[in-house]
């Protein structure tokens, strides 16, 4: 059994900054690319950031120049810095992780959402 657990979500002014964290732990036997992913009322999940295990990133041109994801391979743990924080980045973030069990299967986890709300 794999599971992600989030944190660092909440309320917070516009152009204020928080850090989102999220930990797989369980029955891994590597992980491959891992991903923040969010979904606003009324608005489809979309890709926020995505980092591969050897450290190449992905971001979606909303959050370029504000937003930095990074992970420690040690510690099964993804961060999403969120700087200069707009009430548009207001959503529901997902954590995603692409994990290697028993050595050959592949399953994509997903953590359970933590709520960003951006206002003043």
């Known amino acids: 059994q794999v599971q992600l657990v989030e944190s660092g979500g909440g309320l917070v002014q516009p152009g204020g900054s928080l850090r989102l964290s999220c930990a797989a732990s369980?029955?891994?036997?590597?992980?491959?690319?891992m991903g923040w992913y969010r979904q606003a009322p009324g608005k489809q999940r979309e890709l926020v950031a995505a980092i591969t295990s050897g450290g190449s990133t992905n971001y979606a041109d909303s959050v370029k120049g504000r937003f930095t994801i990074s992970r420690d391979n040690a510690k099964n743990t993804v961060y999403l810095q969120m700087n200069s924080l707009k009430p548009e980045d207001t959503a529901v973030y997902y954590c995603?992780?692409?994990?290697?069990?028993?050595?050959?299967?592949?399953?994509?986890?997903w953590g359970q959402g933590t709520q960003v709300t951006v206002s003043s």
């Open positions: 369980g029955s891994i036997f590597s992980i491959n690319a």
């Open positions: 995603n992780a692409n994990i290697v069990v028993a050595m050959i299967y592949e399953y994509d986890y």
